[in-house]
């Protein structure tokens, strides 16, 4: 409206540098993507297909070592106090030039396959449920643990892997706990700030967390505006993998999903495993997993991101990008 109007009472050449200016000043007003102050190209996606729950059983692990391997996806994470997560270690100590981080956990959810926090239980005293492990629901860890406490639990666990002599390439939070309470978030971006290890952290945007209260995350002023003021890279955008009730479902899902996001770097968390009698025992999600270990090595996959012209990167990446802003 505004052009139409000048057009119609200013000449053509002057009506010209009115919109070249008007373009450049809205042009100048969009933040820049985490993607563009990272130097990737203004307008286009770049993802981080990234695997979850690692360490956490035998079938995680060679689910993760087959995909990192054959480079169909760029990033995953290690359940510290798991018990399969010496061995995934130890992988990670004869393969660091992967993107091996850690996924933070500070609950442990399934019925029978359980797990304790990693540092001395008389330190964390509310991370522990009444048979010994740690709480099964982020709401009982909400409801128990003192920040303090969830301090001592993360630091424990990113000790440990140095100690083993890995070094993580970012942190994450297994079932989002570090976000369920302001004071936690504070201490996890401390703690990545003070080992210089990025946090999974995206950047606040209206969009972005209006995104995560309808998904019933409890998004606070105090929350984003440490988000904010956090130092390290961020992420645009975060997703999961849909699931879906077949596996052609959940694929076409899945490009929905791609097709849909906007320019930026988005995280797409996934929870890939081998197929075994024993996971069906440790998880109900057990299918799901199994078509995630399918998907990312399906060609009609690898074919849709050539189609849509999608980039990729990982934590490593970012922060030697990063560095050298």
Request: aromatic share 12%; charged share 25%.
């Amino acid at each position: 409206m505004l052009l139409k109007s000048l057009r119609d009472r200013l000449s053509p050449s002057l009506v010209v540098v009115f919109a070249l200016a008007y373009c450049i000043c809205t042009t100048s007003a969009r933040a820049e993507t985490w993607g563009e102050k990272l130097g990737y190209p203004a307008g286009k996606k770049v993802l981080i297909l990234h695997a979850d729950d690692i360490g956490m059983c035998y079938e995680a692990n060679e689910a993760a070592k087959n995909y990192l391997k054959a480079g169909h996806i760029q990033s995953a994470a290690l359940m510290v106090p798991c018990p399969w997560y010496n061995e995934m270690a130890n992988w990670y100590i004869e393969n660091p030039d992967y993107d091996l981080g850690l996924h933070l956990a500070l609950t442990s959810e399934w019925k029978w396959y359980r797990w304790g926090p990693v540092a001395e239980r008389s330190k964390v005293p509310g991370l522990i449920d009444n048979e010994g492990y740690l709480w099964r629901s982020v709401p009982s860890v909400v409801l128990a643990a003192k920040p303090a406490e969830i301090e001592e639990e993360i630091r424990a666990q990113i000790n440990r892997a140095i100690a083993r002599g890995t070094k993580p390439s970012h942190i994450d939070t297994h079932m989002g706990t570090l976000y369920a309470r302001p004071d936690y978030t504070k201490v996890y971006l401390k703690v990545a700030e003070e080992f210089r290890i990025p946090a999974m952290v995206v950047e606040p945007t209206p969009k972005v967390m209006e995104k995560f209260k309808k998904q019933g995350y409890p998004v606070s002023e105090a929350g984003n505006k440490l988000l904010a003021e956090y130092k390290l890279p961020k992420l645009d955008d975060f997703w999961a993998a849909p699931e879906d009730k077949t596996y052609e479902g959940k694929r076409e899902k899945f490009f929905e999903l791609v097709r849909s996001l906007d320019p930026g770097i988005t995280e797409i968390i996934f929870h890939p495993s081998v197929a075994t009698e024993g996971l069906k025992h440790i998880t109900g999600s057990w299918q799901q997993r199994i078509w995630e270990a399918q998907m990312f090595s399906d060609p009609a996959v690898h074919a849709f991101f050539e189609r849509e012209g999608i980039l990729f990167t990982n934590w490593k990446e970012m922060m030697r990008r990063f560095d050298k802003k």
